[in-house]
C-alpha cells in the first residue's frame, strides 16, 4: 500500500500543475485521496485521467487537463468512458485556450460545449504571485448566436466534491456524470454575480434586470411572447429565447432595423423578468 501511494505521488510530482491540483483537492475535507495513473496499473481506457480524487462518500471523479483545442468527439467519447464506469468528470481548460473577459465574443463549439456541461462556466487556473489558482471562465449569452459576454471568477476555492448525473440537450448531448466541486453557497454567490454582470456588461441590447416580483397576467405574458407554455423548464425558455433572437436580430432579419430593435428588446425583457422571476441564472 505504502509503495502504490509512493508511486502516485512520484508520478504526480512529474508535472507541477497536476501536483498543484492534487494538493489543492487533498485539503478540501470531503476527498479520501487524489492521485495520479500510474502507467501499467490502470485497466486500459483511450482517455487517462491526470488526476484521480476519491470522496468519503464513495464518489470517484477524474480531472482531464485540456493543454490544446479539442474536438467535440473527443471530449464525449472522455465522457463516456468515465460514465460507464460511474466516474465524474471534470475538464480543466490552459488559461491561453480560453477568451479574456470581453463583451460579444464568438466563441468556438468545443467551449460553448463546455459551458453547457458545466452549467454557464469552464474550469481553468491563472498564475499569480501566489501561485497557481483555480479559476470559473463564465459565458454570458448574447442575442447572437455563439455570442457571449466573457467574465472570469478568479477567487473560486473548492469547498465541496461530488459526483452528478446530468442529462445534456445541447452541445455534448447525452446522460453524464459530473464532478461538482462547487458548493450551495458558492453557486448562489454567482447567481448574483451574473446579475450584476448583466448590468455592468450592457450594451445596445440589454438592460438592468427587472424586480422579481411580478403579477401572474404581466408573467404569463411574458411567456406566450417567447412562445412557450407558462410551465416550461429553464432549459426551454433559454432556447426559445436564442431561437427567437437569432430570427429577429437586426443584423439578420428580414425585418426594417427599427421593427427588429423594438422585437428584440422586447424578447431580452420578457426573457430577463421570467429569469429573475425564478431565480433562474
Request: net charge negative; glycine share 4%; with cysteine.
Amino acid at each position: 500500500m505504502l509503495e502504490a501511494s509512493y508511486a502516485h505521488e512520484t508520478v504526480c510530482t512529474v508535472n507541477p500543475l497536476i501536483a498543484w491540483l492534487r494538493q489543492t483537492f487533498i485539503l478540501v475535507p470531503d476527498v479520501k485521496q487524489a492521485f495520479c495513473e500510474v502507467e501499467g496499473h490502470a485497466v486500459f481506457q483511450s482517455h487517462n485521467a491526470d488526476l484521480v480524487v476519491d470522496t468519503w462518500m464513495g464518489a470517484r471523479l477524474h480531472v482531464h487537463l485540456i493543454r490544446q483545442t479539442p474536438k467535440i468527439r473527443d471530449l464525449k467519447a472522455t465522457l463516456k468512458d468515465n460514465t460507464a464506469r460511474s466516474v465524474g468528470t471534470l475538464f480543466v481548460v490552459a488559461p491561453e485556450l480560453l477568451p479574456a473577459p470581453s463583451q460579444g465574443v464568438k466563441v468556438e463549439d468545443w467551449q460553448e460545449a463546455l459551458w453547457w456541461l458545466n452549467d454557464g462556466w469552464i474550469y481553468s487556473y491563472q498564475f499569480s504571485d501566489d501561485g497557481l489558482r483555480l479559476i470559473q471562465v463564465h459565458l454570458t449569452p448574447t442575442p447572437i448566436a455563439e455570442h457571449f459576454d466573457v467574465w472570469h471568477m478568479p477567487d473560486f476555492t473548492i469547498e465541496s466534491v461530488a459526483v452528478r448525473s446530468r442529462d445534456l440537450y445541447q452541445g455534448l448531448k447525452g446522460q453524464w456524470f459530473v464532478a461538482d466541486i462547487a458548493s450551495v453557497s458558492y453557486k448562489r454567490k454567482i447567481n448574483q454575480e451574473r446579475r450584476n454582470q448583466r448590468f455592468h456588461y450592457q450594451s445596445k441590447y440589454t438592460h438592468q434586470p427587472r424586480s422579481s416580483a411580478l403579477p401572474s397576467d404581466r408573467l404569463a405574458a411574458y411567456f406566450d411572447m417567447l412562445g412557450v407554455s407558462p410551465d416550461a423548464s429553464e432549459r426551454d425558455v433559454k432556447s426559445a429565447f436564442r431561437r427567437l433572437a437569432m430570427r429577429y436580430h437586426p443584423d439578420v432579419s428580414a425585418l426594417p432595423r427599427q421593427e427588429a430593435e423594438r422585437l428584440i428588446k422586447e424578447l431580452l425583457e420578457a426573457y430577463e423578468a421570467i429569469k429573475d422571476h425564478y431565480g433562474w441564472s
